[in-house]
C-alpha cells in the first residue's frame, strides 16, 4: 500500500537524531566551522552515544555500515530497513551540522565502502574500525576509472604507490579504503579497493585543505609509497572479471549516494526552518491553499523551495526504500543525489537572499549552510556525473555510446 | 551610546546567535535534555585533565544503551479506533501498516491496468482529433462507462465499487489516464468527479436523489466548477455570490474552463456565500443558467465551457456540504490533486516519446541523445517527473488516510505546475521543429500541461 510517510518503526530514531542534532551539534556549529582543523573532541561523547544507540537496537541499524544489502532469504514482504533509517538519520544530524556529521567517528564513508563490498570474514575483521575513503587523486576526480594509483602483488602483500586527494576525515580516520589499479591495461575491472591502517609507514598525510564549508570535517591529502598492505585487506575478490567490469567498485556508490542525498536534504531543511520562522517575524505566512501568484513574492519563493525540498527527500527515500527491498536502485540512487546536490544549493543560497544581510552575517548559520551545501553537489559523484548516469540509464546507452 | 552598545551586542552575539540557527518552534524533549548535559560534558576540560575521557565515554554509551530502549518502548504509537457519525454514507479511510511502501495494493494495480489499456488503445489513438474538434467521441465516452470510471470513487454500500476512501486509486488512475490524454481524460472524469463528490459530502437525501442515476445505465454529464475568467484568480475567494432568498439562494457570477458544461446535466459550483466559499448542486434546467463554449490553449477534447449564472434560483438543499468553507477548501485540495496525477502522467508520456524519438533522430552522423546536451535534457525530465510523483503520491496517501494533506498537495501542485510546464517545453524543443507541428503529439501536450497549476476544479480524486 502506498505510503510516503517516516515509518513508524523509525520516528522515535528520527525524533533522538533530531534532539541529538539540535542539542549537541548546533551548539558546536559555529565553533568548528572558525576553527577549521581542530578535532571536534565533543564528537567521541557522541560516537560512544551512537554506538549505545546501534547496541540497543533502537537505532534500526542506522549509520554508515546500515548500507549493506542483506542476502538472507526474500519472503516478498515490504521492508523498511537499515538503508532507509540511516538517510533519515543522516538527513536528522546534518539538519544539526554536516561538517560535524562527516566528522562522526566509526561513520566514515569508507565505513559504507566496507560494509557495501567486504566478504563476512572482513566484515568482521574491521568492525568498530573508523575508515575514511580515498578515490580521488590530483588529475582524477570524476573520471574515476583512470586512477593512476597502483597495487602490485609482491608475496601475500599488495605494494600500493600514488597520491590521493580530498580524503573526507583521512587525518583523524582509523583506515582509508583506497582505490587502487592492478593492471592499468586492464581498465576498470582492474580497479580495487584496499584497506590501509593509520601507522602503515608507507602511508602519509600530506597536508589537510582549507574550504568552503563542511570546515568542520578535515580533508586530507595522502601519499602511498611502496605501502604494503596484507593481501587480505583487498576488499571483495582479487580476481580482474573484465566483464564484470566496474560494477564491484562502483557498487559502494548505489549505497553512498542516498546518504549524501540525505545530507544536502538535511542541510537545506535547516535553512528552509529558519527563514520560515524569520519571514514570519517580518510578517510573511505561507498560505498552501492560496495560489503562489497572490501571496508575496517570498512565500511564493519559499512554496517552490519547500516543494523541491520535499521532492528531494522523497527521491532519497525512494532510494533507500529500493535497498531495502534489494531492488536495483542504480538509476534512482542518482536521481536524489541530483536532485538533492542541486535543491541543496538553491535552497540555502535562496534563504540567505531572503533573510538578507541577517542571513548573509555569521551572526546567523544561515550563510555556513550555504556554504556546507555546496559539496553535497560534488562529492560522490558530481550533478553531472549523475544526469550522465540516469541518462544512459533511461535511453539504454553505454559509456562510449553517451560520454 | 550604551543604547547603541547594547543594541549591537545582541546583533551581533546575543539572541540569535545563542540560538545556534533553531527556529523558535523547536524544544528540547526529555532526551534532548540529557544530550545537551552530555554536550556540556563533552566539552568539560576537568575529565580530560583527570584522565576520565574514556571510562566517561564508556558510562555513556552503556547510559544510552539502556536509556535509548527504553525511548523506543515508550514512543510506540497505537492505531487510533474509528468512530462512525453524521449524514450520508462515507468511504471509510484507507487502513494503514505505517510501512513506507511505494507498491500499489493489489486492487489499485488491477485498475490501473484496466485503465492504462483504456488510455493506451482508446485515449491515445482518438486524443489529436478530438483536440481538433474539441469533442471527446461518443464511443470514447461510452467505453469509459464500461470500465467503470464514473463510479470509481463512489462507495460500495451507495453503488459504487470502492470500500474505502479512494484518493489513492484516484490518483493512479487518472495518471493512467493523463498518459493517455489530458483533454480525454478530463472529459471522461468529468460525472465521476461529481459522483465522487457525491459520495463525500452528500447528505443521504443528495445521494438518494442523484447518485442513482450515476452508478445506473445512463450516466449523466456533470462538471464541478470553480474556476472563473478573472486575472490573478484565488479559488478560495470566488467573485461568484450566493445570496440567500427565501428558503433557498440565488446565484450571480461566471465560471469558465467548464470541462463539457454544454452537456452537463448537473454542475456543482463554488459560489461566496456569507464570506465562506460554499458548494452548490445546480442542475442544467435551472431558470438564469446559460452556457457559452469557451475553446482554450490545451485539453480542448474536455470541451470547455463558460458557465453564466444571472439570478440562478436553487432551494435550500443546494447546499453540498459545509458553509463555513472547509467542504470547499477540501473539495478544491483534491482537485488539485487530481490535476497533479493527470501531469504526472502526461509527463510520462512525454519522457517515453523523446526517449524514443532522441535515440532514432541522427544529426552529425549519429543519433542525437549520444550528446550531452539532449541527454541531460532527457535525465531532468526523468528526475522532475518522478519529483511530481512522489509529491504527489505523498499527498494522496495521506488524503487516502484521512490525514491533513493541504501542505502536501500545495508542494505538488506548485512541482506539477512548473515542472510539468518545463517538461512540455522540453518535449517541444527535443524534437525541435518537428515538435512544433501536429505530426507528433508533443505540441498538444505542451499546451495541455499550461493548464497545470492554472485550472481549478474540473476533476477530483
Known amino acids: 500500500m502506498i505510503n510516503l510517510e517516516t515509518p513508524k518503526k523509525h520516528r522515535v530514531l528520527v525524533d533522538q537524531a533530531h534532539q541529538v542534532a539540535m542539542n549537541m551539534l548546533r551548539p558546536i556549529s559555529r565553533k568548528y ?49 537499515a538503508n532507509l533509517a540511516s538517510v533519515l538519520s543522516i538527513a536528522e544530524m546534518c539538519w544539526g551540522d554536516t561538517g560535524l556529521l562527516l566528522s562522526m567517528p566509526r561513520q566514515g564513508l569508507g565505513n559504507s565502502a566496507i560494509a557495501s563490498v567486504a566478504n563476512d570474514e572482513q566484515l568482521k575483521r574491521f568492525e568498530g574500525t573508523w575508515a575514511a575513503m580515498a578515490i580521488t587523486e590530483p588529475s582524477t576526480g570524476s573520471d574515476s576509472a583512470s586512477i593512476t594509483t597502483t597495487a602490485r602483488l609482491d608475496g601475500d602483500e599488495y605494494v600500493l604507490n600514488g597520491e590521493k586527494i580530498f580524503v573526507t576525515s583521512g587525518d583523524r580516520a582509523d ?56 593481501a587480505s585487506d583487498l576488499l571483495g575478490s582479487p580476481e580482474v572479471d573484465v566483464k564484470q567490469g566496474f560494477a564491484g567498485a562502483m557498487a559502494t556508490f548505489d549505497n553512498t549516494r542516498p546518504l549524501v542525498a540525505a545530507m544536502a536534504v538535511g542541510c537545506a531543511r535547516a535553512s528552509l526552518d529558519l527563514t520560515r520562522d524569520l519571514l514570519a517575524q517580518a510578517g510573511i505566512v505561507v498560505d498552501y491553499d492560496r495560489p503562489a501568484q497572490v501571496q508575496s513574492a517570498a512565500a511564493a519563493k519559499f512554496l517552490q523551495m519547500e516543494a523541491d525540498w520535499e521532492a528531494a527527500h522523497l527521491l532519497t527515500m525512494q532510494a533507500a526504500w529500493m535497498a531495502d527491498n534489494r531492488k536495483p536502485n542504480s538509476l534512482e540512487a542518482s536521481m536524489a543525489k541530483a536532485k538533492a546536490g542541486r535543491v541543496g544549493s538553491d535552497i540555502t543560497l535562496s534563504c540567505v537572499e531572503l533573510a538578507g544581510s541577517v542571513g548573509y552575517s555569521e551572526a546567523e548559520l544561515l550563510e555556513k549552510w550555504s556554504r556546507d551545501s555546496k559539496i553535497l553537489d560534488i562529492f560522490e559523484g558530481t550533478q553531472q556525473i549523475q544526469l550522465l548516469i540516469i541518462a544512459r540509464r533511461i535511453l539504454g546507452l553505454t559509456s562510449a555510446e553517451l560520454r | 551610546m550604551s543604547l547603541i552598545n547594547d543594541t549591537f551586542k545582541r546583533g551581533s552575539a546575543g539572541a540569535s546567535s545563542s540560538r545556534h540557527g533553531l527556529a523558535s518552534g523547536e524544544s528540547r524533549d526529555a532526551i534532548g535534555y540529557a544530550i545537551a548535559g552530555l554536550q556540556k560534558l563533552a566539552q568539560n576540560e576537568l575529565i580530560d585533565r583527570l584522565g576520565l575521557r574514556k571510562q566517561t565515554e564508556q558510562l555513556v554509551f552503556t547510559a544510552t544503551r539502556n536509556g535509548f530502549k527504553t525511548a523506543t518502548v515508550a514512543g510506540r504509537q497505537f492505531g487510533k479506533v474509528q468512530r462512525k457519525s453524521g449524514p450520508g454514507k462515507r468511504p471509510a479511510t484507507a487502513n494503514r501498516s505505517g510501512l513506507f511502501d511505494l507498491t500499489p495494493t493489489e486492487d ?22 478530438a483536440n481538433e474538434t474539441c469533442v471527446a467521441p461518443a464511443e470514447v465516452l461510452a467505453a469509459s462507462l464500461e470500465i467503470g470510471l464514473p463510479i470509481l470513487g463512489v462507495p460500495e454500500e451507495l ?35 461529481v459522483a465522487t463528490a457525491l459520495g463525500l459530502w452528500g447528505t443521504a437525501s443528495q445521494q438518494e436523489t442523484y447518485l442513482p442515476a450515476f452508478t445506473g445505465d445512463d450516466v449523466p454529464v456533470a462538471a464541478l466548477a470553480l474556476t472563473e475568467p478573472t486575472v490573478l484568480f484565488d479559488v478560495l475567494n470566488p467573485t461568484t455570490t450566493a445570496t440567500r432568498s427565501g428558503d433557498g439562494y440565488v446565484l450571480d457570477g461566471v465560471k469558465s474552463s467548464v470541462v463539457r458544461g454544454a452537456d452537463s446535466e448537473l454542475f456543482i459550483i463554488g459560489a461566496m456565500l456569507d464570506g465562506s466559499p460554499t458548494l452548490f448542486l445546480v442542475e442544467s434546467g435551472a431558470e438564469g443558467l446559460s452556457v457559452e463554449a469557451d475553446p482554450s490553449m490545451g485539453v ?63 544529426a552529425f552522423g549519429e543519433p542525437i541523445s549520444h550528446r550531452q546536451a539532449v541527454a541531460f535534457m532527457v535525465s531532468n525530465i526523468a528526475i522532475e517527473l518522478q519529483s511530481m510523483r512522489l509529491v504527489t503520491y505523498k499527498a494522496a496517501s495521506r488524503a487516502a488516510a484521512g490525514k491533513d494533506f493541504s501542505r502536501e498537495v500545495a508542494l505538488a501542485r506548485q512541482l506539477c505546475g512548473s515542472k510539468g510546464m518545463q517538461i512540455g517545453l522540453d518535449g517541444v524543443q527535443l524534437l525541435g521543429g518537428h515538435g512544433f507541428v501536429k505530426e507528433h503529439p508533443v505540441e498538444r501536450w505542451y499546451r495541455d500541461l499550461r493548464a497545470v497549476g492554472i485550472l481549478e476544479g474540473s476533476v477530483l480524486v
Open chain 1, 33 to 81: 566551522d572558525q576553527a577549521e582543523h581542530e578535532y571536534p573532541k565533543e564528537l567521541d561523547m557522541l560516537a560512544a552515544m551512537i554506538d549505545g544507540l546501534s547496541d540497543s537496537g533502537s537505532n534500526e541499524g542506522a549509520g554508515a555500515t546500515g548500507v549493506r544489502r542483506d542476502e538472507s532469504a526474500d519472503d516478498g514482504s515490504v521492508k523498511n530497513g
Open chain 2, 300 to 362: 480542448r477534447a474536455a470541451s470547455l465551457a463558460k458557465l453564466v449564472l444571472s439570478g440562478v434560483q436553487v432551494p435550500a438543499e443546494a447546499v453540498l456540504g459545509e458553509t463555513d468553507g472547509s467542504t470547499y477548501t477540501e473539495c478544491v485540495r483534491l482537485s488539485r490533486l487530481a490535476w497533479c496525477a493527470l501531469a504526472v502522467g502526461t509527463g510520462q508520456a512525454v519522457l517515453d516519446y523523446v526517449t524514443k524519438y532522441v535515440n532514432e533522430r541522427e
Open chain 1, 175 to 230: 583506515s582509508v579504503v583506497v582505490w587502487a589499479t592492478l593492471d592499468k591495461a586492464l581498465g576498470r575491472a582492474a580497479i580495487k579497493s584496499f584497506v590501509v591502517k593509520k601507522g602503515n609507514p608507507g602511508m602519509k598525510v600530506e597536508r589537510l585543505e582549507h574550504k568552503l564549508g563542511i570546515r568542520a570535517s578535515d580533508t586530507a591529502v595522502i601519499t602511498f609509497t611502496d605501502c604494503r598492505v596484507p
Open chain 2, 108 to 129: 489499485e494495480q488491477m485498475l490501473v491496468d484496466v485503465v492504462t489499456d483504456y488510455a493506451t488503445e482508446v485515449l491515445r489513438p482518438a486524443a489529436a482529433e
Open chain 2, 159 to 193: 453503488g459504487g465499487i470502492t470500500e474505502e476512501r479512494s484518493a489513492m486509486a484516484g490518483t493512479l488512475v487518472a495518471e493512467a489516464l493523463g498518459q493517455g490524454d489530458m483533454g480525454l481524460a478530463l472529459a471522461a472524469l468529468s460525472p465521476g468527479t
